[in-house]
């Protein structure tokens, strides 16, 4: 499988790259971005990758979190691919609303007409970039998830449905129970279809419930975020774990909204995190 | 002189603001950003001006910078201003080019029609903006510059022209010598005509041969920054204060660009400066 460099940074001693490629997932051209940190020159590293929210794509993490401070100090590689498959042939929502079609994927395969041909971003996070990253980059075999919103819900969804196959799962402001938020049914809705017995397997709430979880945990949440009540719900998610015996933490956060000043504020705990686990 | 809140979120503890106000000097609304420490909460502050390049606006340094760690343990305040005026009623390039016009303001007064009406961020800069940040916020008397590109020298210019109003200056990448690069020729000559003996007090190689330097000075460059040899010209500034008895160092810095990576990766150095003068 091949892949293009689109551009290339030098930041904190290591690499920011931008790369293209033909994705057999979502019949699509993806982009996928990846930090390199300094060490990556001698060694292989693990690698962290960061699913992103509603709207964005591989650059609004790479741009705005502040992450690579620390994951230049802990040794730790990090991806961002796309939150959706792109391009002039891919469905979208006939009114482009920012939370159905581009830029909103789910991180879920869509099994239902006209999202079924290219929506299978589950299947690109899960199988397909990983074996791309492991092709092309000096890694090692250790993986984690960390994500933001929409991005919480598929590391928390891909890493409870996949725990041998990372290490740690963290998030910021994760939408934790899609099939009783507003973004989720919509979604879930068109994807998915009607038969709710299916949306189970993408909702972290009933994927917790249902097999626990081996992976640790760590969640921040703001206490201003306009989401908080009726898109991200994490109370249904803490009611879940406190059923559970794993190590989980929820931390809601003072002050703190949706955005990437939230996230970079605490970026460096999570990377703190991961690295103990990696 | 009024402020309008036009957002504000919570960052490393400290306040990420936005204000609009209807600027005399440049008879438009303009908008500017500010981050307020966590100690301003307890007490006064001083302020570092970061002025941007090219087609920024207030948000650039506010989003890609990753400052606000290093700023709230160090309690430095930061005021991010446009980088020109904006309005349907403001001048712009005929072609509407990226330096020419709107962001493109080149921090100084424009002496030409039609640039001469609204065209004047030197004045907003040095006189207006500030009294206004002292009017409605919690801060000392002590006052840093510092900027990228168009915006390093607009900070070297200004705090060359206004020693006693600053504490130091510090740049990433700045257009050192205006008079004798592509994009200053072609900014002065619109902004302030074609008598070049005016041009002058607007560039920071002449203004630091003719008056040396009060403040200290660090300035960081890549050596990787496509704009290094047409545009920037640092060896030009080195020559210059290589004649003069001041505190001045230029890091030429390996393998990094002319983008917000290259000014993450050592903006706590710069941080660091400006708090041993502030």
Redesign the interface.
């Known amino acids: 499988m091949s892949i293009q460099l689109l551009s290339q ?5 290591g690499l ?1 790259q931008r790369y293209t490629h033909q994705a057999h997932s979502t019949h699509t051209q993806m982009t996928f971005a990846i930090f390199l940190p300094p060490q990556a020159q001698q060694q292989a590293v693990p690698v962290l990758y960061w699913l992103s929210g509603l709207t964005c794509n591989d650059e609004n993490f790479m ?2 979190a ?1 992450a ?2 620390k994951a230049a100090e802990l040794g730790i590689a990090i991806v961002a691919p796309d939150t959706s498959p792109r391009g002039d042939n891919v469905a979208d929502d006939a009114e482009q609303a920012y939370d159905l079609g581009l830029g909103a994927g789910f991180y879920l395969n869509a099994t239902q007409a006209p999202w079924d041909k290219h929506y299978r971003m589950y299947s690109y996070i899960v199988d397909e970039l990983p074996a791309l990253i492991a092709e092309h980059f000096p890694i090692t075999d250790k993986k984690s998830l960390a994500g933001h919103s929409m991005g919480g819900h598929g590391a928390l969804t891909i890493g409870l449905k996949n725990p041998h196959q990372y290490q740690s799962i963290s998030a910021f402001s994760p939408i934790t129970n899609p099939t009783e938020c507003p973004w989720g049914i919509k979604a879930f809705s068109h994807y998915l279809g009607n038969d709710q017995s299916t949306w189970a397997e993408y909702d972290a709430c009933k994927l917790l419930a249902k097999h626990g979880s081996r992976l640790p945990i760590l969640i921040d949440q ?1 206490d ?1 975020d306009g989401f908080l009540e009726e898109q991200l719900k994490p109370n249904h998610l803490i009611d879940v774990a406190a059923q559970q015996d794993i190590d989980f933490e929820l931390r809601m956060q003072a ?3 949706h ?4 996230i ?2 605490f970026i ?1 705990d999570h990377l703190h995190f991961h690295a103990k686990h990696l």
Do not use: C, I, M
């Open positions: 940074n030098t930041v904190f001693g920011h741009q705005k502040g690579f401070r703001g201003a002050g703190y909204d955005s990437y000043f939230f970079s504020s460096d």
